[in-house]
């Protein structure tokens, strides 16, 4: 069945740093990607989606490329801020006809941004 | 506030005791999901509705699980005789798919969840 892979954390930077969380996944079809970010205490929150090979989806300094080729969707920040501090998470939703739009996520990734 | 919104937030009970979660989706969105993530996990789907219709259930939710969307707008989770691995947070999303186009990718937006804790 379809899955999700993300890599494994938590992953402790300094602000400024530059940020990659490596996300991979397996699915028929052409799926939809998905990244979201969970706050201390708070929901689940979209970040950004990309719904076609080679879209780039971007927000608040975030991106993250739907690489078909490699089955991946990586997510970049430039510089990360204490902010930025999180559990992200990235997900895959089926596309096409009969699908239930159903999310199958990753297991999540812990951001730690240190002064 | 226009966002989803669940009820209760946290939840205690004791084994064996019967629960119910509700669910009041972004007004107009006619998908409506239910999802639940226990710790270090990320989310797993359990049912969906499109409207007042149960699409889809997953093998996780067994026959003490049951939810219901009466008139396509709020849900409630029911789950019966609760067990210790019942605990988790359960998750509620709600998404609009245009009604030309019911196979398109929806973008679902989350409430903030229910911590249920059987002791």
């Known amino acids: ?115 | 506030d226009t966002g989803v919104s669940q009820d209760p937030r946290h939840k205690i009970t004791k084994r064996g005791q019967n629960v119910t979660f509700r669910c009041d989706p972004i007004s107009e969105h006619n998908r409506l999901y239910w999802y639940r993530q226990t710790l270090g996990q990320g989310p797993e789907f359990l049912t969906y509705f499109q409207n007042e219709a149960q699409l889809e259930k997953s093998r996780l939710l067994s026959d003490r699980f049951s939810a219901e969307r009466p008139k396509g707008s709020f849900s409630t989770l029911e789950i019966q005789r609760t067990e210790q691995g019942d605990s988790a947070m359960y998750l509620c999303a709600s998404s609009l798919v245009s009604g030309g186009d019911l196979f398109s990718t929806d973008t679902q937006y989350f409430g903030p969840g229910t911590r249920l804790t059987v002791l």
Not at chain 1, 28 to 55: H, I, M, N, R
Not at chain 1, 87 to 100: D, I
């Open chain 1, 1 to 115: 069945g379809d899955s999700v892979t993300q890599m494994e954390g938590p992953v402790t930077l300094s602000e400024e740093a530059f940020l990659t969380i490596n996300c991979t996944y397996t699915a028929t079809g052409y799926p939809s990607l998905f990244w979201y970010v969970q706050y201390p205490g708070e929901g689940l929150q979209l970040l950004l989606k990309a719904t076609k090979a080679d879209d780039k989806g971007s927000n608040k300094g975030f991106e993250a490329t739907y690489r078909k080729e490699t089955t991946s969707f990586h997510l970049e920040k430039g510089s990360v801020q204490v902010s930025d501090s999180a559990v992200y998470f990235c997900a895959l939703s089926s596309s096409g006809t009969g699908n239930t739009g159903k999310l199958i996520f990753g297991q999540g990734t812990t951001l730690q941004v240190k002064p």
